[in-house]
Nanobody, 119 residues
Framework: VQLQASGGGLVQAGGSLRLSCAAS????????MAWYREAPGKERELVAR???????NYLGSVRGRFTITRDDATNTIVLRMNRMKPEDTATYYC??????????????WGQGTQVTVSS
């Protein structure tokens, strides 16, 4: 299974960006999908997560500004980021908890995509 992330880039504070991540390969079921981020000198942190049932969880500092959605028909998640702040600057990573056979599951990560918010 591969996760292909797209989007990101440079935006001014207060602006918006959209990240997309598509899973491909042999997929039986995808459980949780999420976006994490890692800023220089900091640990990777969970930004937003969405379950198979559509239940969402957000990092406190992004709640109300970021929205995560998923499309199971295309195995895709989207993170819409609004009213962005310089502290949102980080490398963002897509994550999925995937089963390829209905028995075993694994953590799968996409390549990072850089998001930079200028002040």
């Amino acid at each position: 299974v591969q996760l292909q992330a797209s989007g990101g880039g440079l935006v001014q504070a207060g602006g918006s960006l959209r990240l997309s991540c598509a899973a491909s390969g042999t997929i039986f079921v995808i459980n949780d999908m999420a976006w994490y981020r890692e800023a220089p000198g900091k640990e990777r942190e969970l930004v937003a997560r969405i379950s198979r049932d559509g239940v969402t969880n957000y990092l406190g500092s992004v709640r109300g500004r970021f929205t995560i959605t998923r499309d199971d028909a295309t195995n895709t998640i989207v993170l819409r980021m609004n009213r962005m702040k310089p502290e949102d600057t980080a490398t963002y990573y897509c994550y999925a908890h995937v089963s390829t056979d209905g028995k075993w599951t694994s953590d799968t990560w996409g390549q990072g995509t850089q998001v930079t918010v200028s002040s």
